[in-house]
């Protein structure tokens, strides 16, 4: 059975989808992030606390802005000491005891707020370490991906959000009932002046959304240049390339269109605000106008006049609290659907097979007839490639820069799916097998290999379980032990300096032994090595590779190298050119044959041969 890429990755559809800030878009993501927190650790405390409290919130405040109102009629009418009291220990204690229940209930919620913030981080990463190499790989996706996080990060805002609906809700409810025994028109009033601001801020929204999305890609890139400048890695390349002016230029350039955009978006935003200054001040002369003509010729008391501009001024401030939280519940709909997809996108390598890879000395690996290019590009890396060898077989990969190779090991490993043709695990295509245990069968190490701000120890073993006797006996194979032993706190040194200022550096050479000395303590059955030792001194270089050659007895290795020394190491040299494999054999074959092999091989040793001539010279 042929798996190729299409059968997991669906093709972006050419029209773009125009973002939509509805009502029912609105509800439905909403409804999304409220349901996605409900589900996670903390999630159904923090809701039920921060509503509650909410709504208890709005209805003490409800409640209490009517007494100024009812002492001042007393104090104007009656005069009741006994009611006046009363009425003022309600406007007292109802706040005081609101508060008090607040203070009790706020611990639970931030208990509750650690939990959640801790389970939806998890959620991320765990979600990041499980994508595809192949998906993570590309700059829209990282792009998308750093949205998400962006979102993922605030979404108890949501929940905030739609708590202060909730609890304006309320406020309407209640404050409508008062201010329409006086005039229910004023509602209608209150309502169309704040729906013509909801239409603005939604229109202002939209815009600045867009700008965000233009401005987060220039973030990106300001974040760059000052980086590349101030780090302490480019230094020396920094100072005598003299690229000081050029990443300047680059960071002024960069700049000078963010800021562009900038204050595009402060324009937009100050536009919104001086247009709703304009319809509060309409809103405000027409109530006020009213209230006064109700108590110059209709009687109205001045403590009622009073209870109704706070209670219009209230239902005002609830009404446009309402729209506001829809409108950034609204604009945060986009920002929900770009995490939404983030999340949608699945690991199809993890979808594949479940059978369990088997790989002695007698299993083979085939690329049969294997086709392969990177997403976005029209060009094929990988064309009509066809390679077979067996678990015995320890391979050396050789060709020119950009010929395919370090893709033929993507492709091996499954963090690509090839495009046509196929690849073969004792004759069943390896994405029949299930994922993490086909990858488990590989102990890789890379030219840009990785070492940890962790321990030393750490390092090697990479979270596998701790065997000292294991441990030992590979640096002693690798010769990493030497420097362990030169140091004070041993296998429990710092790797780098990020953590522990007494943490060490290690050489080019040191790093490649304690990488090699991962690939040994991991133990698999096929060893890569996509040329580790590039940055090294050749003989250093053959020296490592010897040592790694004794080290892996009985086990398959694949090797890539531009160094054409080592595949005298090897069983079988594969020659690639362009895609293709243009020679396979063994050195003695290859050369004899002639061709680029030869001619690579000529032009290396002929290199060699005049430096070691020079040197003895000098």
Not at 55 to 72: E, S
Not at 244 to 259: H, I, V
Request: with cysteine; proline share 2%; net charge neutral.
């Amino acid at each position: 059975m042929e798996f190729r890429k299409e059968q997991y990755y669906v093709k972006k559809e050419k029209k773009e989808k125009k973002d939509q800030q509805g009502f029912l878009h609105t509800v439905k993501s909403t409804w999304y992030i409220l349901s996605f927190i409900w589900h996670k650790d903390g999630g159904k405390q923090y809701i039920s606390i921060y509503y509650f409290t909410s709504i208890l919130n709005a209805l003490v405040w409800n409640i209490t802005i009517i007494f100024p109102g009812l002492i001042i009629n007393e104090l104007t009418g009656e005069c009741r000491m006994s009611v006046i009291i009363t009425y003022v220990a309600l406007m007292v204690l109802l706040p005081l005891a609101n508060t008090g229940i607040n203070s009790l209930l706020s611990y639970q919620r931030e208990k509750a707020n650690q939990r959640l913030d801790f389970s939806t981080n998890e959620y991320l990463y765990n979600h990041i370490a499980r994508m595809d190499y192949e998906t993570l790989e590309s700059p829209e996706i990282q792009n998308l991906q750093e949205r998400a996080e962006e979102t993922l990060g605030s979404i108890v805002s949501v929940v905030d959000r739609f708590g202060n609906f909730l609890s304006a809700l309320v406020s309407i409810v209640t404050l409508s009932a008062i201010i329409s025994t006086l005039n229910p028109l004023i509602i209608v009033v209150i309502a169309v002046i704040i729906w013509i601001n909801s239409r603005m801020t939604k229109h202002a929204n939209g815009i600045a959304f867009e700008l965000s999305k233009i401005m987060h890609k220039f973030d990106r890139i300001q974040w760059l240049y000052p980086f590349m400048l101030a780090n302490f890695t480019n230094a020396k390349e920094m100072r005598l390339f003299d690229l000081k002016d050029y990443f300047m230029r680059l960071w002024k350039e960069s700049k000078g269109e963010s800021n562009k955009v900038e204050l595009k978006m402060i324009k937009n935003s100050q536009s919104l605000r001086f247009l709703q200054g304009i319809t509060a001040m309409i809103q405000k002369t027409l109530l006020y106008a009213y209230f006064i003509f109700n108590v110059l010729f209709r009687g109205l008391s001045v403590g009622s006049m009073t209870i109704y501009i706070t209670t219009t001024e209230s239902y005002a401030s609830a009404l446009t609290n309402v729209f506001s939280t829809y409108l950034e519940l609204s604009r945060k709909s986009l920002n929900i659907d770009e995490m939404i997809a983030f999340f949608n996108l699945e690991p199809k390598q993890y979808m594949t097979g479940t059978k369990e890879p088997v790989f002695t000395k007698d299993s083979t690996i085939e690329f049969r007839n294997v086709w392969f290019r990177y997403p976005g590009s029209e060009n094929y890396v990988i064309k009509d490639l066809s390679l077979k060898f067996k678990g015995s077989d320890r391979i050396c990969i050789v060709g020119e820069n950009g010929s395919g190779k370090t893709t033929f090991i993507k492709l091996l490993t499954r963090l690509y799916f090839p495009d046509k043709g196929e690849i073969l695990l004792n004759g069943i295509n390896i994405n029949e097998y299930d994922y993490k245990k086909y990858q488990r069968l590989f102990s890789p190490v890379f030219q840009d290999f990785i070492t940890y701000s962790l321990s030393l120890k750490a390092n090697i073993i990479l979270g596998h379980e701790e065997d000292p006797k294991l441990l030992d006996e590979v640096c002693n194979k690798t010769g990493i032990i030497d420097l362990v032993r030169k140091l004070p706190k041993g296998y429990d040194t710092q790797v780098n300096k990020y953590v522990d200022e007494s943490g060490i550096g290690l050489s080019g050479g040191e790093g490649q032994r304690v990488a090699i000395s991962r690939a040994l303590y991991h133990g698999g059955e096929i060893y890569l090595l996509d040329e580790p030792t590039a940055a090294l001194d050749p003989n250093i270089e053959y020296e490592i590779y010897s040592q790694f050659n004794s080290m892996i007895q009985d086990k398959c290795a694949v090797l890539i190298t531009h160094r054409l020394s080592a595949v005298q190491l090897a069983d079988k040299v594969a020659v690639f050119q362009d895609g293709h494999i243009v020679g396979y054999g063994t050195h003695k074959e290859l050369y004899a044959q002639g061709g680029l092999y030869t001619e690579m091989f000529d032009k290396q040793s002929e290199f060699y041969v005049k430096a070691a001539n020079e040197e003895k010279e000098n």
